[in-house]
């Protein structure tokens, strides 16, 4: 259906909605990786730049760099939108790969990007043989856990990161995965999840011990965990070995997750959506550890064997059970209603407060908030506007009820004769 400059049209099929409007903004990804470059090209480091095609990531930062199996995989999970932002190739000086990945983070804001991830960074922290969590700082080599012995782990720094963004700018969310267990077989996969002494309610696992504690909602809720190492469609299977010097061919499933949530609309969870990027994952959750993950706040993906796709399985932040805010659908609806209060800001901000721009003003948000509840981002909503003309503000208030997500379906059955 083509388009006419200024007009939208919204299709309706029983009820639900199809809107021929575009998004407001598309999903900027911006993926913090490795590069090979050195010498004269050292001055890009830390710097985001928008890439269009594979062809320019290799030559700029070579084929066999974090770069660019960082942008393969998003990519191919269907991101347009894509930035890299370099990190040197290894830790220079007092300097470590957190340190590094916090002066990427502090360059981020001019271009407002909406999905970060620190490509092949960890979420959890060290964890020795005994279970025990141990805080490490790790060298050039090393860096992969995600650890910072003094202050801080690679998710903190990350929800730090989105949360000072989305305060300045639009709404920005993290998305970082986790080192996979040790092997592929039913005790590591067992012990890995829910441990020799925990339960599903109260997983005890390596990774239960190891994913921090003591992040605050108000900054895990810009963040996702995704757990699962992923083979990408279109590259050769199997062929990944950990520090090889050719092109990776596994992702731990952070960009790819992070692809899907680029191209959905706010209010469309990731919930049960097909991971179409992904064209095997080398090991199957059983049931009971895909509920242990759901205690954890983290992400999964789901291999289904009859039809043979991948699906993402849940899609919390990593904000605790007790905040409002521990979906990521709440999360960006929440983001789509900030964006629309800011799309209708610009255009008042600098005229005359009569009372007719006064009336419009208040015009602008209803109209925009019946649009959100059209498109069925939100159930309903309330909203006052206080103009404040000693200190040339209004100050807003806006009351929202997302549309909640459907996560569980109860079926009942019964025979009769």
């Not at 909406?114 to 805080?135: C, E, K, M, N, Q």
């Not at 239960?208 to 757990?227: E, K, M, Q």
């Not at 959100?372 to 404040?388: C, D, G, L, T, W």
């Amino acid at each position: 259906m083509p388009e006419l400059p200024g007009v939208s049209v919204s299709l309706y099929d029983g009820y639900y909605a199809i809107s021929t409007v575009q998004s407001k903004y598309t999903d900027r990804i911006v993926l913090l990786a490795r590069t090979n470059a050195t010498g004269s090209t050292a001055g890009h480091h830390y710097t985001p730049i928008r890439y269009s095609n594979l062809a320019d990531v290799a030559s700029t930062h070579g084929a066999s760099s974090e770069c660019y199996e960082a942008f393969y995989h998003a990519l191919q999970a269907g991101a347009t939108d894509l930035w890299l932002c370099p990190l040197p190739p290894t830790p220079t000086g007092n300097t470590n790969r957190v340190a590094q990945l916090v002066s990427g983070y502090n360059n981020l804001d001019g271009i407002e990007p909406t999905l970060i991830v620190p490509f092949g960074r960890a979420a959890y922290i060290a964890v020795d043989a005994s279970g025990a969590i141990t805080r490490t700082v790790y060298s050039s080599t090393g860096d992969e856990h995600g650890a910072r012995a003094d202050v801080s782990t690679y998710l903190a720094d990350l929800a730090s990161a989105c949360s000072t963004i989305s305060t300045t700018n639009r709404q920005c969310m993290g998305v970082i995965g986790v080192h996979p267990p040790a092997a592929i077989d039913a005790a590591s996969l067992t012990a890995y999840t829910i441990g020799s002494t925990g339960t599903v309610d109260t997983p005890k696992g390596t990774l239960a011990n190891a994913l921090p504690t003591g992040i605050a909602d108000s900054l895990a809720r810009y963040v996702s965990v995704f757990v699962g190492e992923v083979e990408t469609s279109g590259q050769v299977p199997w062929g990944w070995r950990p520090g090889s010097a050719t092109t990776y061919w596994r992702s731990n499933g952070a960009v790819n997750y992070a692809g899907i949530i680029a191209t959905l609309q706010p209010h469309d969870p990731p919930t049960n959506k097909i991971m179409r990027s992904v064209s095997y994952v080398p090991w199957r959750w059983s049931n009971n550890q895909l509920k242990s993950f759901v205690s954890m706040r983290v992400v999964a993906p789901r291999l289904g064997i009859i039809e043979n796709v991948v699906r993402v399985c849940d899609s919390p932040t990593y904000a605790s059970s007790i905040s409002d805010f521990r979906r990521l659908s709440t999360m960006r609806i929440v983001g789509e209603a900030v964006e629309m209060m800011r799309s209708i800001g610009q255009k008042f901000v600098g005229k005359n407060m009569s009372l007719w721009n006064q009336n419009s003003f208040k015009t602008s948000i209803t109209t925009a908030l019946e649009q959100m509840k059209q498109h069925q981002a939100i159930n309903r909503y309330s909203f006052s506007v206080e103009f404040v003309p000693i200190e040339n503000a209004a100050d807003v208030t806006i009351v929202i009820e997302p549309a909640w997500e459907l996560r569980l379906i109860r079926t009942t059955i019964s025979v009769t004769f």
